[in-house]
């Protein structure tokens, strides 16, 4: 009897306990519940549109720019500067001084023109030499008369001016076989009037490819602008 007494005893604390522990935690989870509205969570939406948003204004990332771009806009720019003050200084002069002027130039220009130079039956040409634009070109004229074909390499012609300084140009319609058949071909060279800002005359030699055996000079040529 008494032990059956000290079960129940011990079976009505384990009860009590398990009762009080279940209260207590229904109690946490309630007050932690009521806690939490409290917190709200934090607005990502606005950082994403932000982020979205493409920057502006003095903040905006950084460009790339075209170096060639910038080169030519600046030399565009220079040059329309130098027409432009080289207009105005010509149209401050009386209109006779300019009349006259021109004349001497063109007359000045023209007085070493044609030019020619001949070597094993090969002739080369000068025919004028002008300013095109932004560039100076030279026509010129190429004739074979003797017994072989003739190749040239353009890359390979050397363009100096008085000062000996190498001048870039660019060949354009120029034969790259000169057939012994007598017969006249045209083409051109142009060279950017930037490159000989500073020249006054200019020569240029060709020669045959491979052999290089034959050379075709032609030198004293006139810069007019």
Do not use: C, W
Not at 7 to 33: E, K, N, R, W
Not at 190 to 217: C, G, R
């Amino acid at each position: 009897m008494k032990t059956k007494s000290t079960v129940i005893l011990i079976l009505t604390l384990f009860v009590m306990m398990l009762a009080a522990g279940s209260t207590s935690a229904f109690i946490s989870y309630l007050m932690g519940q009521e806690a939490l509205k409290v917190v709200t969570q934090p607005e990502v939406k606005t950082d994403n549109k932000l982020r979205k948003k493409p920057l502006t204004g003095p903040y905006k990332g950084l460009e790339l720019v075209d170096e060639k771009k910038v080169l030519v806009e600046v030399y565009n720019l220079t040059n329309a500067q130098e027409n432009a003050e080289s207009s105005k200084e010509q149209s401050q002069l009386p209109k006779s001084y300019n009349s006259v002027s021109h004349t001497i130039d063109e007359e000045q220009s023209d007085s070493n023109l044609p030019m020619k130079n001949s070597s094993q039956g090969v002739t080369l040409e000068l025919v004028t030499a002008k300013t095109d634009g932004s560039s100076f070109l030279l026509d010129l004229n190429l004739k074979n008369e003797g017994s072989d074909t003739i190749r040239f390499l353009y890359s390979f012609i050397d363009v100096r001016d008085e000062q000996g300084r190498v001048i870039s140009a660019i060949p354009e319609g120029l034969p790259g076989e000169l057939p012994a058949n007598g017969q006249n071909f045209r083409g051109s060279l142009k060279i950017p009037l930037a490159l000989l800002d500073q020249s006054n005359n200019i020569s240029l030699t060709l020669t045959d490819y491979p052999d290089q055996k034959l050379e075709l000079k032609l030198t004293e040529i006139p810069v007019t602008r």
